[in-house]
């Protein structure tokens, strides 16, 4: 069982690394299917583990130049307020049904950034403000009610609304994960007990994988890192809407 937390682990860090994202998709479901926790407590879990991961892979990206503080901080800042704000609607609405919600808009998002041409490096100075606050508030959003860190909607926010280059975005987007995963943990605090032991676990090995990860982001071209990433969100928006679209059918 150690082993296959280890294992586990490292992918998240991994995901995390190299795309800016995938931390918690990967980590509740496996959380869940795998270790045998409860939805409610692997998104408290997801949160403490996402974030921690994230926070190690945003500074390895920091010393490769690969993040904007300016960017990162008033998108974060304003996510972390809409999270902890939102975190009590996941009790309102059945969490297949969120899923399935979010598992469309993971497609919508993952076909803009297929057709998307890269060309030259984008200009994100001349972007409103305000098009970073209202992002940010929307990852939020999301991030309070299914727990998740929102890198799958960061990353395609930094890209296709801020216009800054992919490398950047991943950097970038995890500064906002651990901000946002942070509030949603205050946010959920209390509801469900916590296993030191497995977070430690998780978070060690993912050490690891976003090492690696940042490493490899930085050696991939944008355009390639960009296809990649709306692929890993094209299987894994097809894996929710197949097991959650079942749980409502039922």
């Given at each position: 069982?150690?082993?296959?937390?280890?294992?586990?682990?490292?992918?998240?860090?991994?995901?995390?690394?190299?795309?800016g994202?995938?931390?918690?998709?990967?980590?509740?479901?496996?959380?869940?299917?795998l270790?045998?926790?409860?939805?409610?407590?692997a998104?408290?879990?997801?949160?403490?583990?996402?974030g921690?991961?994230?926070?190690?892979?945003?500074?390895?990206?920091?010393?490769?130049?690969?993040?904007?503080?300016?960017?990162?901080?008033?998108?974060g800042?304003?996510?972390?307020?809409?999270?902890?704000?939102?975190?009590?609607?996941?009790?309102?609405?059945?969490?297949?049904?969120?899923l399935?919600?979010?598992?469309?808009?993971?497609?919508?998002?993952?076909?803009?950034?297929?057709?998307?041409?890269?060309?030259?490096t984008?200009?994100?100075?001349?972007?409103?403000?305000?098009?970073?606050?209202?992002?940010?508030?929307?990852?939020?959003l999301?991030?309070g009610?299914?727990?998740?860190?929102?890198?799958?909607?960061?990353?395609?926010?930094?890209?296709?609304?801020?216009?800054?280059?992919?490398?950047?975005?991943?950097?970038?987007?995890?500064?906002?994960?651990a901000?946002?995963?942070?509030?949603?943990?205050?946010?959920?605090?209390?509801?469900?007990?916590?296993?030191?032991?497995?977070?430690?676990?998780f978070?060690?090995?993912?050490?690891?994988?976003?090492?690696?990860?940042?490493?490899?982001?930085?050696?991939?071209?944008?355009?390639?890192?960009?296809?990649?990433?709306?692929i890993?969100?094209?299987?894994?928006?097809?894996?929710?809407?197949?097991?959650?679209?079942?749980?409502?059918?039922?």
């Amino acid at each position: 069982m150690v082993l296959l937390e280890l294992a586990i682990g490292f992918a998240i860090g991994l995901s995390l690394g190299l795309l800016g994202g995938g931390g918690s998709i990967l980590t509740v479901p496996a959380l869940v299917y795998l270790l045998g926790q409860s939805p409610q407590s692997a998104v408290t879990t997801s949160l403490a583990i996402v974030g921690a991961n994230s926070l190690v892979g945003a500074s390895i990206h920091r010393t490769q130049g690969t993040l904007d503080w300016t960017v990162a901080l008033p998108f974060g800042s304003v996510g972390m307020l809409a999270a902890y704000l939102s975190s009590g609607i996941s009790r309102l609405l059945p969490l297949s049904l969120l899923l399935v919600f979010f598992a469309l808009l993971m497609l919508v998002v993952s076909l803009l950034m297929l057709a998307r041409k890269v060309t030259a490096t984008p200009d994100h100075s001349a972007r409103p403000f305000w098009v970073i606050l209202v992002a940010g508030a929307g990852v939020g959003l999301l991030t309070g009610i299914l727990g998740v860190g929102g890198g799958f909607l960061i990353v395609p926010a930094l890209v296709l609304l801020v216009g800054l280059p992919m490398q950047a975005a991943v950097g970038t987007s995890l500064v906002v994960i651990a901000m946002n995963s942070l509030a949603g943990l205050i946010g959920h605090w209390g509801e469900e007990s916590l296993d030191p032991i497995l977070i430690i676990i998780f978070v060690l090995a993912g050490l690891a994988g976003a090492w690696l990860g940042s490493r490899l982001s930085r050696r991939i071209p944008a355009q390639k890192l960009e296809r990649i990433f709306a692929i890993f969100i094209i299987l894994l928006a097809i894996f929710l809407l197949v097991d959650n679209v079942q749980k409502l059918l039922v």
